[in-house]
């Protein structure tokens, strides 16, 4: 299998098969974290706005739920297929255990092209696909949340469908939710803020001065355009800012809200006011002190990892590395912080508007990051500690670190003998 085909469950699958070895593991610890303990694939129909129906296919990936209910986001994605969801709830479980929180992890998708849909057809595609999931979700079962080309409001509709289901109001059964139905003041900048704590925490290791550090930032959506943001406001000169139609560069540095209001207004990055248009990729190989990839998987491989010149590499997207890319960055001496400790505070800042929900009451922003950033740099040191212990990459560490975690509670539950 070639290495831009590679299927992201088996590269899951091989990196939680490592950790395991690392640790010493029994046998059947892999067996049970190897594959999702539940995984659903639907069908449903929707009715189009010219009158014809169109089906769909969906699924909710249930991986484990040793030390609780299963989380993670549901996308909208033509791209989408079933493997991918699976390796996504994988890579939830030992996310959510990287930082401790009292979550297994989930994934779900729908295979469409939502830029392809009215408001009216996105509605009755996220209700009918909550229809179909209704038994296997819940506040105390599987919470979903946002996740590529989903959002808040798409969060609102299936709280609502699934509250029509129940008979009463069920806020919590999803995260990332408008406001007034429930959401958490400052989840929108979660993922950002917590891949930014932590490249701030890997630069003070490293003894690299933020203030006079440079960035890269592949991914001009949300994460990555709010981590720009986020770097800038700490003295950090961005000097590239790449998303699927374009590519700009200047070495003099660029103000990140200049650029995400020209993307708003021209739906791209490209041609950005007094910078250089590059080739699409180019964001992953410029010279710079950190690199931020917030895109899709695999988007650095082997073919282009040999020219990445970052210090620090801060994953805000979910598996942006693949394996033999891996291989390269460490030989290299690059640092890089995984997805799954990187990336984890959108899932953190889901687990506080759950713990809201639940107590109906609710935080302000300030004590919302107050709460975010120690945690983040609690895991970060964690994952930090086992990688100068054992001399492994960082993300073998959190594989380390999360792993047994999991393995601890399934042992305690008497899952493994």
Not at 11 to 35: F, R, S, T
Not at 287 to 302: G, H, V
Not at 321 to 344: M, Q, R
Request: with cysteine.
């Amino acid at each position: 299998m070639s290495e831009q085909t590679m299927n992201p469950f088996l590269i899951c699958q091989g990196q939680v098969k490592e950790a395991c070895h690392q640790l010493g593991l029994e046998p059947a610890a892999y067996e049970l974290l190897k594959q999702p303990k539940r995984f659903l694939e639907v069908s449903f129909p929707v009715k189009m706005d010219d009158g014809t129906v169109k089906v769909f296919t969906g699924w909710r990936s249930q991986h484990n739920d040793a030390v609780g209910p299963y989380k993670g986001g549901l996308r909208f994605h033509p791209g989408t297929y079933a493997d991918e969801v699976r390796a996504l709830s994988m890579w939830m479980t030992f996310k959510c255990a990287t930082l401790g929180l009292p979550y297994g992890g989930g994934k779900g998708a729908v295979k469409c092209n939502p830029k392809e849909l009215s408001q009216g057809e996105l509605e009755r595609l996220s209700r009918a696909f909550t229809e179909r999931i209704a038994p296997l979700i819940g506040d105390d079962i599987d919470i979903p949340a946002p996740d590529v080309y989903t959002n808040a409001q798409i969060m609102a509709w299936i709280t609502d469908e699934y509250s029509k289901l129940q008979g009463r109001n069920r806020f919590g059964v999803v995260t990332g939710k408008p406001i007034i139905l429930g959401g958490s003041l400052g989840r929108n900048e979660a993922t950002a803020r917590g891949c930014v704590t932590v490249v701030l925490e890997a630069c003070k290791k490293l003894g690299v001065d933020a203030a006079k550090a440079t960035a890269s930032i592949q991914g001009f959506g949300n994460a990555g355009s709010i981590a720009a943001i986020l770097l800038a406001e700490k003295g950090v000169k961005i000097i590239c800012a790449e998303d699927s139609r374009g590519c700009v560069y200047n070495a003099a540095g660029m103000d990140p809200k200049a650029i995400l209001a020209h993307k708003t207004k021209h739906s791209t990055v490209a041609d950005f006011p007094g910078a250089k248009n590059l080739p699409a990729g180019s964001s992953l190989t410029v010279e710079c002190d950190i690199l931020i990839p917030a895109a899709l998987e695999n988007s650095i491989t082997s073919a282009n990892a040999g020219g990445v010149k970052a210090r620090i590499i801060g994953e805000a997207a979910n598996g942006p590395t693949t394996p033999e890319a891996d291989e390269v960055l460490f030989s290299k001496g690059i640092f890089v912080i995984p997805d799954i400790l990187a990336s984890a505070g959108g899932v953190t800042v889901s687990y506080f508007e759950w713990v809201q929900n639940l107590m109906g009451y609710y935080w302000s922003e300030q004590e919302v990051n107050e709460k975010l950033g120690p945690m983040m740099v609690k895991s970060f040191t964690a994952v930090y500690d086992m990688h100068k212990a054992k001399g492994v990459s960082m993300r073998a560490a959190a594989f380390m670190v999360a792993v047994k975690r999991v393995a601890d509670a399934m042992r305690v539950r008497g899952w493994l003998g």
